[in-house]
């Protein structure tokens, strides 16, 4: 079973920073994708950043909201994904999930888990 633990959320002014952590624990394969999603009340969660393990998982991607201010990144050994976030605005604000794409084989159709989710509000 997948656990995903993030932290590194809270509360930052308006072009502050911010850094989030999400380490995975359980049965993680050799090919998969980890990242970020956010949620606003509202609006359907969306996609911030994903980075593959291996090429064979696909590409970095990003928002275009969020590029050229976020920076995802990752540790393998550590089963740890990062998100760097700079230049915050209000918009910014929101649950941010980590999530784990899960390839048992290449190809085929990952499982998918989330984390709890962690709390960024940005103030104006």
């Known amino acids: 079973q997948v656990q995903l633990v993030e932290s590194g959320g809270g509360l930052v002014q308006a072009g502050g920073s911010l850094r989030l952590s999400c380490t995975a624990t359980?049965?993680?394969?050799?090919?998969?994708?980890m990242g970020w999603y956010r949620e606003v009340p509202g609006k359907q969660r969306e996609l911030v950043a994903t980075?593959?393990?291996?090429?064979?998982?696909?590409?970095?991607k990003y928002s275009d909201s969020v590029k050229g201010r976020f920076a995802i990144s990752r540790d393998n050994a550590k089963r740890t994904v990062y998100l760097q976030m700079n230049d915050l605005n209000s918009e910014d604000t929101g649950v941010y999930y980590c999530?784990?794409?899960?390839?048992?084989?290449?190809?085929?159709?990952?499982?998918?888990?989330w984390g709890q989710g962690t709390q960024v509000t940005v103030s104006s």
């Open positions: 999530v784990l794409e899960n390839y048992p084989r290449v190809p085929g159709t990952p499982s998918i888990d």
């Open positions: 359980g049965t993680i394969y050799a090919v998969n994708v």
């Open positions: 980075s593959p393990s291996v090429v064979e998982a696909g590409i970095t």
